[in-house]
């Protein structure tokens, strides 16, 4: 065999595999997505964006909550709500008078698609990095369809990959701000919470933007197909949660930490309306009943 035709041979065999990798890839990207119809309309209501403690910023709808992290090297976008709202964040975020091409790192508290659905469409806007627990990280990179409750029918969300996976006490750092993750599964395999600091003109700040513990109807505490410990992971982040030290608390929604109660569009910026223990703790305290009612039967 002539060297010249070995040449043009794998040459040829390059191209082959080049679009035999495309067409895969091109495949994978034009995945068909069934986002559940039956939603809460408050997931998709407008909400307007503001200031909530320091470089933390509320960019999400009335109940779907996502959050701004600000940095001079970029930010940090937590949650993006249902697929529909990934352009009302892109706006909430530009009448704060930020960029989405800033934003570097995308985080979420849980895979389910009223967390997710407007991630992909986020990440093509601003080409940041996706990190996720552990837990989750197949679940989002199949668009939801191995979840093991909602799964099986396939993607509810366009399917992302994940560029760093994340264990309970990694730290997310960007531009001087450092995150912890927090472990805190059984609504998904991979739920978790995120623990940092913030500082204002005045004070420096805790916060937890927590992933709440709740329990779907269709979860069976003593084990599912798809999560067999599902009951023994409930019982760990129920123990894990009271533990947590911290003085401003959120959640992944609105209506969970009382959102609307605490502050209004228009509203001074307080981060004092969000420093509510009692509130937190009375949440997971009724959490847990619910989880043992449920395990009992």
Known sequence: MSVRFFRFKNVFFLGVLFCCMFFDYAGMAQVEV???????????????PFRIVGNLYYVGTYDLASYLITTPQGHILINTGLASSAD????????????????????TNQAHFDHMGGMAAVQKMSGA??????????????GGNTDYVFGGHGAMYEPLKVNRVLHDGDVISLGGMKLTILH??????????YLFTVKDEKR?????IANMPTILNDVNPAGMPGY?????????????MPKLKFDIW??????????????????????AAFIDRKGYDKLLDKLHADYITKARK
């Open 228 to 240: 067999a410990n599902v009951g023994k992971d409930f019982e760990y982040t129920y123990n894990a």
């Open 88 to 107: 009302m964040i892109r706006h909430n975020i530009e009448a704060l008078g930020f960029k989405i091409t800033d934003v570097k790192i995308l985080l």
């Open 250 to 271: 959120l959640a992944a929604h609105a209506s969970q930490f009382e959102l609307h109660k605490k502050h209004q569009p228009g509203d001074k910026y307080n981060p």
């Open 34 to 48: 069934h986002e559940p119809t039956l939603i809460d309309s408050t997931w998709t209501k407008p909400y307007a």
């Open 204 to 208: 420096q700040y805790r916060v937890l």
């Open 129 to 142: 990095k996706m990190m996720a627990d552990a837990g989750d990280v197949g679940v989002i990179e199949d």
């Open 184 to 193: 805190h599964p059984g609504h998904t395999k991979g739920s978790c919470s």
